[in-house]
């Protein structure tokens, strides 16, 4: 176990543990309330898929010198938009579709870094690097997690009809192809915002371990939404602290943190269960 | 110029032709009932109306100012998640937002809009409640509702009536001819009351395989087919059957 008052220098906390600090909670906003339309929506399989995406991307970056999140971005909305016409009128089904296309991004990235003798580099993204973000990476993040939670709040209404009956609100005359396509764009920034900071690996259990442990806690929609943005922020102060601590991956330590909280949820549940039947 | 203009059109399902030919018109004001049996294409046609479903052949045209963002709808099925987390307020006031395009957040008009349809149907104490736990006439109660929000011009309901207990059911064709009359707004059903159908609607299609009819509900109860639906036929002497083993039974 480290002693926190040796490692927390005044230095140390505004350079380094400030900045990972809001970048992190603006991140975990994020993906709280994106996780709730994914898992309701039975797609968090996109989010997984457009991890691989962006790790492939992020790594033909480096490999080429480019800024890798600026590149990162633009190319995951671009992939976010064809895995969602994909999932819709493919013939090999959404699931299917989608993993072909997200792990063949994933070997072109794998295949570029490789011939750039880059791995060192690039294994940050695979498993996140929160507390090496540079200066610009947070200021960047910490801009488009603003807009990202502003849209989705002006939006919010709208994003709740479309994922209750996507058919009514289409025959209604929503729509429903823009909503779904702002999802889609909303998730892809996320996704690559978190990958800077929990990895490729770990992003999606980011944005959907919140919105699960809230369905177990919550009956109404709002109730869900609010509830997963505190699991998420909480569970991730909990999992940089625990990290600090035990010095152990901050991307890992924040996913554990959020099995447990999913695991309190279940038993909650279990109790409330039985006392109503009491 | 009607609002939804239907020429010899053609439904499909892959190889299955579910509807052929069909021919009519719904104009503003028109109070449409669509009857037939099961399986004949109802639902299917509702969707088609929609725009949920493509044409197969022939042609539909919307005309006379109908934009969609006006309809409102009532699905027989709907394709709700079971686990969904929704309350009912958040279910109706959804109904809401095809007028608001881009804006965001619900106006008060909208809220009070929705908390006007949720006493209407009597559901104003389920407010809070989750939708998921309801029971099945509640959720279709809840539907209806937020369907009604929905209607501007035009109000689409497939079998409104299931579910719903007979008090409730009465009460619904009282708030149809009430915002039919009072407000001025189109409605087609499909229903299989057709008793009830004759006696609230306007004009009847009736669609199935062989023989379909569209007209005024006088003209289908003398047609041969609305007399067989209208159950003529369900009279105590005319069961054959009944009457065959009755007798079989003093014989012995
Ligand atoms: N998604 C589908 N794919 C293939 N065939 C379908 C589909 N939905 C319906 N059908 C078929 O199309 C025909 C018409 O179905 P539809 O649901 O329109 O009937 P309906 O008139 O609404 O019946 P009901 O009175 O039972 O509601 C049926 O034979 C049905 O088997
Ligand atoms: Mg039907």
Known sequence: ???????????YIAVILLPALIAGVAVSLCSSLLGVSLVLKRCSMIGDGLSHVGYGTLCVAVAMGWAPMQVAVPVVIAAAYILLRLSENSRLGGDT???????SALAIGILASSKANLTTDVSHYMFGSILAMTRGDVIFSVILSICVVLVYLLF??????VTFDENFARATG???????LL?????????VLGMMMMGALLISSLMIFPAVTAMRLCKRFRGVVIAAVIVSVTCFLCGLFLSL????AVGASVVIMDLAAYLIAVIIGKLKKASQNR | MAYITCDKITLRYEALTVLENLS????QGDYLCIVGENGSGKSTLMKCLLGLKPVDGGKLTYGDGLKRNEIGYLPQQSQIQRSFPASVREVVLSGCLNGKGLHPFYTKAEKERAAEQMRCLNITELADRSYRELSGGQQQRVLLARALCATKKLLLLDEPLTGLDPLVATELYSILQHIHDAHGITVIMVTHDV???????????????KESFFGSCAAYEKTPLGKRFLGDAVEPEHCENCVHEHAEVQHE
């Open chain 2, 195 to 209: 008793e009830c159908a004759v006696r609230h609607a306007q004009s009847i299609l009736h669609v199935g395989k």
């Open chain 1, 245 to 248: 601590l035990l010095d152990t």
């Open chain 1, 174 to 180: 929503m729509n429903v192809r823009f909503y779904n």
């Open chain 1, 156 to 161: 919010y209404d709208k994003i709740f009809a």
């Open chain 1, 1 to 11: 176990m480290n002693d926190l008052s040796a490692i927390l220098t005044p230095e």
């Open chain 1, 183 to 191: 999802i889609a764009v909303l998730t892809a920034v996320t996704v």
């Open chain 2, 24 to 27: 009519f018109t719904v104009s």
């Open chain 1, 97 to 103: 579709a989608i993993a072909l296309f997200s792990t």
